[in-house]
């Protein structure tokens, strides 16, 4: 097929000599001896060198200062790999590196054998596309999140602080549950969930900046409907976050963290695993540190009291496990 078009279209030479000109890829084709016998100005370019001096010169000699190998025994050159084993590569990553390059060059690279009319290797032909941009962008946009994640957890993080401002209890509040909730996440294994536990438990109360201050500061006994209105604030922080989208993934765990693992908590009523294993951690903690602090109208409890409540409501109002991983973390 490719001969004949070549027959129909007898430009097509100057047009694929055209493309190897433009192109801002690499093209290279050796022959069956590794001879360099086309390349194109865009790697010259990269290479530092006029592409005459490297025509008809041996590609290992001058390219990759007389090496053919790494030190681990490895092509450092794919198209001499395609040459001598017969191996093709379509579209692999790899990062290559020759004496003539300042530092290294990552790209996709192409390989593929040309016959000819008798079916016989006559030549090999090497594209590589360049990566260097696009991991360059890939590095900006990921320090771009990043930033963006920064902002995003100050907002949220000011957010905790305004509600500490109105709310004697809060303050410092969300930080020590963090801190309990990050110990307990560690001591059950979960090391990798730990930065997300902290960001959690720093806002999970985030949503009490909806409920009026008379009642976030009432000493006295709450009615109904005051109490119908704190228990609105896992819903409220969980709309709050809603709008943030890195923070999308502390919705559900925010929601659920006054569920109760017997089924009887709010808002939805979910039992034991249907409750985000976070929100069950932090349920922990905040049930801990709410018991142990002081309050204007009350002494906190003493950290055994604390223990005992715990291991009372494990398997009701806690996961077992958690308090569990807990209890054991106090003894220690
Ligand atoms: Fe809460």
Do not use: W
């Given at each position: 097929?490719?001969?004949?078009?070549?027959?129909?279209?007898?430009?097509?030479?100057?047009?694929?000599?055209?493309?190897?000109?433009?192109?801002?890829?690499?093209?290279?084709?050796?022959?069956?001896?590794?001879?360099?016998?086309?390349?194109?100005?865009?790697?010259?370019?990269?290479?530092?060198?006029?592409?005459?001096?490297?025509?008809?010169?041996?590609?290992?000699?001058?390219?990759?200062?007389?090496?053919?190998?790494?030190?681990?025994?490895?092509?450092?050159?794919?198209?001499?790999?395609?040459?001598?084993?017969?191996?093709?590569?379509?579209?692999?990553?790899?990062?290559?590196?020759?004496?003539?390059?300042?530092?290294?060059?990552?790209?996709?690279?192409?390989?593929?054998?040309?016959?000819?009319?008798?079916?016989?290797?006559?030549?090999?032909?090497?594209?590589?596309?360049?990566?260097?941009?696009?991991?360059?962008?890939?590095?900006?946009?990921?320090?771009?999140?990043?930033?963006?994640?920064?902002?995003?957890?100050?907002?949220?993080?000011?957010?905790?602080?305004?509600?500490?401002?109105?709310?004697?209890?809060?303050?410092?509040?969300?930080?020590?549950?963090?801190?309990?909730?990050?110990?307990?996440?560690?001591?059950?294994?979960?090391?990798?969930?730990?930065?997300?536990?902290?960001?959690?438990?720093?806002?999970?109360?985030?949503?009490?900046?909806?409920?009026?201050?008379?009642?976030?500061?009432?000493?006295?006994?709450?009615?109904?409907?005051?109490?119908?209105?704190?228990?609105?604030?896992?819903?409220?922080?969980?709309?709050?976050?809603?709008?943030?989208?890195?923070?999308?993934?502390?919705?559900?765990?925010?929601?659920?963290?006054?569920?109760?693992?017997?089924?009887?908590?709010?808002?939805?009523?979910?039992?034991?695993?249907?409750?985000?294993?976070?929100?069950?951690?932090?349920?922990?903690?905040?049930?801990?540190?709410?018991?142990?602090?002081?309050?204007?109208?009350?002494?906190?409890?003493?950290?055994?009291?604390?223990?005992?409540?715990?291991?009372?409501?494990?398997?009701?109002?806690?996961?077992p496990q958690v308090v569990k991983h807990f209890l054991r973390l106090i003894a220690d």
């Amino acid at each position: 097929m490719q001969k004949s078009y070549t027959t129909l279209i007898p430009e097509l030479h100057k047009f694929t000599y055209e493309i190897m000109e433009s192109s801002e890829d690499l093209i290279t084709i050796i022959d069956k001896h590794g001879i360099i016998i086309a390349m194109n100005p865009a790697l010259s370019k990269l290479l530092n060198i006029k592409h005459e001096q490297l025509l008809g010169q041996p590609l290992v000699e001058a390219v990759y200062g007389g090496r053919k190998f790494d030190f681990q025994g490895n092509y450092l050159s794919p198209i001499i790999e395609t040459l001598e084993t017969g191996r093709e590569f379509k579209g692999k990553e790899m990062g290559i590196k020759s004496p003539l390059m300042n530092g290294s060059f990552v790209c996709l690279t192409t390989t593929g054998i040309l016959r000819d009319s008798r079916g016989r290797l006559a030549a090999v032909y090497c594209y590589d596309k360049d990566l260097t941009l696009c991991r360059q962008l890939e590095r900006t946009n990921e320090k771009l999140e990043e930033l963006i994640h920064s902002q995003h957890l100050q907002t949220v993080l000011a957010f905790s602080e305004a509600i500490g401002a109105r709310d004697n209890y809060t303050r410092g509040h969300s930080e020590r549950v963090a801190e309990y909730a990050q110990m307990i996440t560690r001591a059950m294994g979960l090391d990798d969930l730990d930065q997300l536990v902290y960001v959690a438990a720093l806002v999970h109360d985030v949503g009490k900046i909806g409920i009026p201050e008379h009642i976030l500061n009432k000493q006295g006994r709450l009615t109904d409907e005051e109490y119908q209105k704190i228990k609105e604030h896992p819903v409220t922080g969980a709309n709050i976050l809603k709008q943030i989208g890195t923070f999308n993934h502390l919705v559900p765990i925010v929601r659920a963290h006054h569920e109760r693992y017997d089924g009887r908590g709010y808002p939805d009523g979910l039992a034991k695993e249907e409750i985000p294993l976070i929100s069950r951690i932090i349920g922990v903690a905040d049930a801990f540190e709410a018991m142990t602090s002081d309050r204007s109208y009350r002494k906190g409890f003493t950290i055994e009291q604390a223990v005992e409540e715990l291991k009372c409501c494990s398997g009701s109002q806690f996961d077992p496990q958690v308090v569990k991983h807990f209890l054991r973390l106090i003894a220690d």
